[in-house]
């Protein structure tokens, strides 16, 4: 008798765990989604940064070649 009270309750332990594993496996997969959405705005924010920054670069990189060659033209013109 105690060995079939023992059986039961191992086998419903067994069940509860199952359970619970499957009830994990959503949440599990719903944090990985939030995670991966969270890595990728990280990374556009991070793109439009580089963006941002390596237009100001290029605008100042013309605006000096256009003053150099502004200065020949005058240099030219003399």
Excluded: H, N, Y
Excluded at 57 to 71: C, F, L, Q, Y
């Amino acid at each position: 008798m105690k060995r079939i009270f023992i059986l039961l309750a191992l086998l419903m332990t067994v069940q509860l765990a199952q359970a619970e594993e499957e009830k994990s496996l959503p949440k599990k997969i719903g944090d990985g989604v939030k995670k991966g959405g969270e890595a990728a705005g990280r990374g556009i924010e991070k793109g439009a940064d580089a963006t941002v920054k390596g237009l100001k670069k290029a605008g100042e990189w013309v605006g000096k070649e256009m003053e150099k060659g502004g200065e020949k033209l005058k240099k030219e013109s003399k």
